[in-house]
């Protein structure tokens, strides 16, 4: 339909440099499985962790893929899960058993939680003094809203990335989310320096990062403020030639003329030629504020062309541009996503095969196999006959509710 097929089994050369790292996940929702997610997509063994009543992704998030939720579905994909009451001594114990030959332990609850519960860093650093140890958090580790709630929705709202340059309406939320995104880039690089330096000298890390810290870090262009410079900060800002404009056809294509010769190329283009040599418009900084009125000419030219024509106008005159496009249908569909398989299907046991992004990167021209998230508890056996659990045994804590 739109891309290549994966299934249970990697294909041969498919890359798998981290298959020798074992990675325990205790998280839940989107930044801290991602994370992990990273890791288990490069051939890590990486055990997804589940309370009794199941992962938060997996039981709130909608639509549903009948009991499983798409967050849970798209960020645990390529591990084994098992349940398991850590409140429970014995499921304590059990998970303290798997961390002894970690390599990456990985959590994402509210501060002080693990820590009230035995499982902080220093905790399991005494049995393991090489584990790097992740925290996620939603504020960062100080400061008075360390220990408050969070979603990547209320991190959009402190951030200012409701708020868009040259928009006095109403705070919009982002069509996609910003610290749940970017923090597990953050959080996986560290972690994987944390293991060149356990490499090296033998210690193991606690490696910290926020939702907070992940959408500074994607909003950074906008936060740069001179220490010696009075007045509020610069807001980012179009220059002429750049912004969203409407075709015939009811489309809306994005231009970014965004360089001096590509400013130059779009004027020649659209019959304005006076408009390139204008030293009033020469350089970027001069087109932003002429932006509104050059943009009211340009949408002349713009508005009786197609999308299609505009675009291919565009394209031959190498000036950036985009369709717009209005869902995730109509993107799986384009012939350059088709292309490059940027869109997989997955085979899963009960759902069939289900499209999604694939791994955002190739290595050697060899993309990661994906597998289907798991299935609630779908490996508590295999995992826990690894950690030294007899049959009767595994029998017994299922009985009494520590795993299942």
Same mark, same amino acid.
């Given at each position: 339909?739109?891309?290549? $097929?994966? #299934?249970?089994?990697?294909?041969?050369?498919?890359?798998?440099?981290?298959?020798?790292?074992?990675?325990?996940?205790?998280?839940?929702?989107?930044?801290?499985?991602?994370?992990?997610?990273?890791?288990?997509?490069?051939?890590?063994?990486?055990?997804?962790?589940?309370?009794?009543?199941?992962?938060?992704?997996?039981?709130? $998030?909608?639509?549903?893929?009948?009991?499983?939720?798409? =967050?849970?579905?798209?960020?645990?994909?390529?591990? /084994?899960?098992?349940?398991?009451?850590?409140?429970?001594?014995?499921?304590?114990?059990? +998970?303290? /058993?798997?961390?002894?030959? &970690?390599? @990456?332990?990985?959590?994402?609850?509210?501060?002080? *939680?693990?820590?009230?519960? #035995?499982? #902080?860093?220093?905790? +399991?650093?005494? @049995?393991?003094?090489?584990?790097?140890? *992740?925290? @996620?958090?939603?504020?960062?580790?100080?400061?008075?809203?360390?220990?408050?709630?969070?979603?990547?929705?209320? @991190?959009?709202? %402190?951030?200012?990335?409701?708020?868009?340059?040259?928009?006095?309406?109403?705070?919009?939320?982002?069509?996609?989310?910003?610290?749940?995104?970017?923090?597990?880039?953050?959080?996986? !690089?560290?972690?994987?320096?944390?293991?060149?330096?356990?490499?090296?000298?033998?210690?193991?890390?606690?490696?910290?990062?926020?939702?907070?810290?992940?959408?500074?870090?994607?909003?950074?262009?906008?936060?740069?403020?001179?220490?010696?410079?009075?007045?509020?900060?610069?807001?980012?800002?179009?220059?002429?030639?750049?912004?969203?404009?409407?075709?015939?056809?009811?489309?809306?294509?994005?231009?970014?003329?965004? $360089?001096?010769?590509? %400013?130059?190329?779009?004027?020649?283009?659209?019959?304005?030629?006076? +408009?390139?040599?204008?030293?009033?418009?020469? $350089?970027?900084?001069?087109?932003?504020?002429?932006?509104?009125?050059?943009?009211?000419? !340009?949408?002349?030219?713009?508005?009786?062309?197609?999308?299609?024509?505009?675009?291919?106008?565009?394209?031959? &005159?190498?000036?950036?541009?985009?369709?717009?496009?209005?869902?995730?249908?109509?993107?799986? &569909?384009?012939?350059? *996503?088709? &292309?490059?398989?940027?869109?997989?299907?997955?085979?899963?046991?009960?759902?069939?095969?289900?499209?999604?992004?694939?791994?955002?990167?190739?290595?050697?021209?060899?993309?990661?196999? =994906?597998?289907?998230?798991?299935?609630?508890?779908?490996?508590?056996?295999?995992?826990?006959?690894?950690?030294?659990?007899?049959?009767?045994?595994?029998?017994?804590?299922?009985?009494?509710?520590?795993?299942?």
């Amino acid at each position: 339909m739109f891309g290549e $097929t994966h #299934g249970h089994r990697g294909r041969r050369g498919a890359p798998r440099m981290l298959e020798d790292l074992k990675v325990i996940d205790l998280t839940t929702m989107i930044a801290g499985p991602v994370t992990a997610r990273m890791f288990s997509e490069l051939g890590a063994n990486v055990i997804h962790i589940e309370p009794p009543w199941g992962d938060d992704g997996r039981n709130s $998030t909608t639509p549903f893929l009948g009991s499983e939720g798409v =967050l849970y579905t798209v960020s645990n994909r390529s591990k /084994r899960g098992i349940v398991l009451d850590i409140r429970n001594p014995k499921g304590h114990e059990l +998970l303290l /058993r798997m961390v002894k030959d &970690a390599d @990456i332990f990985i959590e994402n609850m509210r501060i002080g *939680v693990l820590d009230k519960r #035995g499982l #902080g860093y220093e905790d +399991l650093a005494k @049995i393991n003094p090489g584990l790097v140890y *992740v925290s @996620i958090s939603g504020w960062g580790r100080e400061g008075p809203l360390k220990y408050e709630p969070t979603y990547d929705v209320i @991190i959009q709202a %402190f951030s200012t990335a409701m708020r868009r340059y040259d928009d006095h309406g109403p705070p919009r939320l982002n069509g996609s989310m910003v610290g749940d995104t970017s923090t597990p880039l953050l959080a996986a !690089f560290a972690a994987m320096a944390a293991l060149r330096e356990r490499d090296r000298s033998g210690r193991g890390s606690h490696v910290t990062s926020s939702l907070l810290q992940g959408a500074f870090h994607m909003m950074a262009p906008r936060k740069v403020v001179p220490e010696n410079e009075t007045g509020p900060p610069h807001e980012r800002q179009l220059p002429a030639g750049a912004g969203v404009f409407q075709t015939s056809d009811g489309e809306w294509t994005f231009i970014c003329a965004w $360089t001096n010769g590509q %400013f130059e190329r779009f004027a020649q283009l659209a019959g304005y030629p006076h +408009l390139a040599g204008d030293p009033a418009y020469a $350089t970027r900084q001069l087109r932003e504020a002429a932006q509104v009125e050059l943009n009211e000419l !340009f949408n002349v030219w713009v508005q009786p062309h197609t999308r299609d024509e505009l675009i291919a106008a565009l394209r031959d &005159a190498d000036i950036p541009c985009s369709p717009v496009y209005g869902g995730v249908e109509e993107l799986m &569909a384009d012939a350059h *996503v088709q &292309a490059n398989d940027f869109v997989v299907g997955i085979e899963h046991p009960t759902k069939g095969r289900i499209w999604q992004m694939g791994a955002g990167f190739e290595i050697n021209g060899e993309r990661p196999e =994906l597998t289907y998230s798991p299935l609630f508890g779908e490996h508590t056996d295999e995992v826990l006959r690894e950690h030294g659990c007899s049959d009767e045994e595994i029998a017994a804590l299922r009985e009494e509710g520590v795993v299942a």
